[in-house]
């Protein structure tokens, strides 16, 4: 009788699964070894070469967090011994921060680093202001652009200043071609209560007078000064010298300084625009100016009537020291931005 052949191919197909695999056959008695536990994958700078498509075997399923499932994973060749880490070009926007910059951006705005680099000096601090007999800091001021400096000795806590130290801040705050006119009393006050308000030890400024390149700007009639508070940002100055009233109170965030004019009803603004660069000026605030100046003039304030040319010197600093004698509102006048600060 004939034995079935079936069980014998059986046999062999299963002893030769088992010589290929390396391993020796199963029997009934011997149970198969579990599997090896997945490594973790390698980082991308040492993974091996991938291997042939005819002797790759499959990957363990390995789940990933959401947020990495859903990413492009880039695989990187092997790193050397001592090599140095590959820079991968970045793109979109991220890709122009890397980059060198040819000027730096200043709240919107657009001035060289050698400029911007310069407004930081402009604010740092000084350390203590000098003291007169009575113990008040004296009020300094100090050209940024070499005009040089003076120490004034207030009067009072709030300031107020002899003539003699009057003449000597028009002579400071001359324009650049060396022309001279006498500045506001009231303006020196306000610089004085900026200095002592931050603890600073001098006011810096960047200009005063200047001949006026059109009627109605204060830097033309000695009202108008372009300053710095050292250990202050200009933002804070600007807060602070729109609560005093009847101001003009302008920042230059790309130029680094704060306007600040004397005037017969407060207006704010800011200017964008960097030095040298046509003006950018927007009003801000008209709700606060005005609210600032009626509680201003409740407390007995008075603006300064708006600055006029005439022929008449004697008829105007009468009409002055009427004004300023008259607890009464000016006549309102448009509000506008000394835009010629550049």
Same mark, same amino acid.
């Given at each position: 009788?004939?034995?079935?052949?079936?069980?014998?191919?059986?046999?062999?197909?299963?002893?030769?699964?088992?010589?290929?695999?390396?391993?020796?056959?199963?029997?009934?008695?011997?149970?198969?070894?579990?599997?090896?536990?997945?490594?973790?994958?390698?980082?991308?700078?040492?993974?091996?070469?991938?291997l042939s498509a005819s002797k790759a075997a499959p990957a363990?399923?390995?789940?990933?967090? %959401?947020?990495?499932?859903?990413?492009?994973?880039?695989?990187?060749?092997?790193?050397?011994?001592?090599?140095?880490?590959?820079?991968?070009?970045?793109?979109?926007?991220?890709?122009?921060?890397? %980059?060198?910059?040819? %000027?730096?951006?200043?709240?919107?705005?657009?001035?060289?680093?050698s400029y911007v680099a310069m407004v930081k000096k402009w604010h740092v601090p000084s350390g203590k202001a000098p003291v007169d007999a009575a113990g008040r800091p004296k009020l300094v001021l100090s050209s940024?652009?070499?005009?040089?400096?003076?120490?004034?000795?207030?009067?009072?806590?709030?300031?107020?200043?002899?003539?003699?130290?009057?003449?000597?801040?028009?002579?400071?705050?001359?324009?650049?071609?060396?022309?001279?006119?006498?500045?506001?009393?009231?303006?020196?006050?306000? %610089?004085?209560?900026l200095q002592r308000h931050f603890g600073a030890g001098e006011i810096r400024f960047l200009s005063g007078y200047r001949a006026p390149k059109r009627l109605g700007s204060n830097h033309g009639y000695g009202r108008a000064i372009d300053l710095v508070v050292p250990g202050a940002t200009d933002e804070e100055v600007a807060t602070y010298a729109r609560s005093l009233g009847f101001v003009g109170v302008g920042i230059y965030p790309t130029s680094g300084f704060v306007h600040l004019d004397v005037r017969d009803r407060s207006f704010f603004w800011v200017d964008r625009s960097g030095p040298g660069k046509?003006?950018?000026?927007?009003?801000?605030?008209?709700?606060?100016?005005?609210?600032?100046?009626?509680?201003?003039?409740k407390a007995g304030a008075v603006g300064l009537p708006a600055a006029k040319i005439g022929r008449d010197v004697e008829a105007s600093l009468a009409a002055h020291a009427k004004a300023l004698g008259s607890a009464a509102p000016p006549a309102a006048t448009e509000d506008v931005a000394d835009d010629d600060d550049h």
């Open positions: 009788m004939r034995r079935p052949v079936l069980p014998l191919l059986v046999c062999a197909s299963i002893a030769t699964a088992s010589l290929a695999s390396g391993g020796p056959p199963p029997s009934s008695s011997t149970k198969a070894p579990p599997p090896p536990a997945a490594k973790p994958a390698l980082a991308a700078s040492k993974a091996a070469p991938a363990p399923s390995v789940a990933l967090p %959401a947020a990495a499932s859903s990413a492009k994973l880039a695989v990187l060749p092997a790193a050397k011994p001592g090599a140095k880490p590959p820079v991968v070009a970045a793109k979109g926007p991220i890709a122009n921060a890397t %980059a060198k910059p040819k %000027a730096v951006a200043m709240l919107s705005g657009w001035a060289p680093p940024i652009n070499g005009l040089g400096r003076v120490e004034l000795s207030p009067l009072g806590d709030r300031g107020g200043f002899a003539p003699v130290d009057l003449d000597r801040v028009s002579h400071l705050l001359r324009s650049s071609d060396g022309a001279e006119h006498p500045i506001d009393a009231r303006l020196l006050d306000i %610089a004085y209560a046509p003006n950018k000026t927007v009003g801000i605030l008209a709700g606060d100016a005005a609210a600032v100046d009626a509680a201003a003039r």
